[in-house]
């Protein structure tokens, strides 16, 4: 069965700190994993991962794929109050996505 | 501007009452979607569509029905056999085999009372 973990589940941090989510997958015919925010109702586009070790920027935000473990990693660094959101992992199998539960992180000032 | 347009963004249904959510969508998208988020499990699919008239069940998809007459809407109806259909819907749309152009509506917060 196809599925998708990420970790932890609820994160609080700082402001300034640095933060690493994680996304696990197992999915017929991968072909993608994507990252998204969710502040209140839709998800917004972060990141597509097709190939594995080339890291993706988007300034404070960075996230990489590792195809041989099925892993991905989001990291924030220097987090704003502003990146309290849930962060959602997807998989791509040709068909449609794949959603993990998120992980709603807390930035407190 | 184009855009993903779900309507109502609250509904309140009675047990044993049928409810249709709306989607509508202008991005000239071929696929679209509907998911269900419930805390702590994130999206799960519904039923999706990747043509007009043509549409496949997702993983959750007993106790829905769902119509694609037209290109631009697909809507779902949540039916008095769904058990437990308190919940947030998503609905989504794409261009099929172009993930990165998925994009989603604003949801529709559904409760049974």
């Known amino acids: 069965e196809d599925k998708v973990v990420q970790s932890p589940l609820s994160l609080v941090v700082h402001e300034g700190d640095t933060v690493t989510l994680n996304c696990s997958y197992e999915v017929t015919n991968f072909r993608s994993l994507l990252w998204y925010k969710q502040e209140k109702k839709a998800p917004t586009f972060l990141f597509m991962l097709t190939s594995s070790g080339i890291e993706k920027k988007s300034g404070r935000l960075s996230s990489i794929l590792d195809k041989k473990e099925l892993f991905s990693i989001l990291n924030i660094t220097a987090t704003q109050t502003g990146d309290s959101a849930v962060y959602l992992c997807?998989?791509?199998?040709?068909?449609?996505?794949?959603f993990g539960a998120g992980t709603r992180l807390t930035v407190k000032p | 501007d184009g855009g993903i347009t779900q309507s109502p963004k609250y509904l309140f249904r009675k047990e044993g009452q049928n409810v249709t959510l709306s989607c509508e969508q202008n991005l000239n998208h071929d696929a679209m979607y509907w998911y269900r988020q419930d805390p702590g499990q994130g999206l799960r699919l519904i039923y999706y569509?990747?043509?007009?008239?043509?549409?496949q069940k997702g993983d959750i998809a007993e106790g829905y029905s769902v119509s694609r007459e037209k290109k631009e809407s697909f809507p779902l109806t949540v039916t008095s056999a769904q058990k437990n259909p308190t919940a947030f819907y998503l609905c989504?749309?794409?261009?099929?085999?172009?993930?990165?152009?998925?994009?989603f509506g604003s949801g529709t917060r559904l409760t049974v009372v």
């Open positions: 569509s990747h043509i007009v008239n043509d549409f």
């Open positions: 989504a749309s794409s261009f099929p085999d172009r993930e990165k152009t998925y994009t």
């Open positions: 997807a998989a791509y199998n040709n068909n449609d996505m794949r």
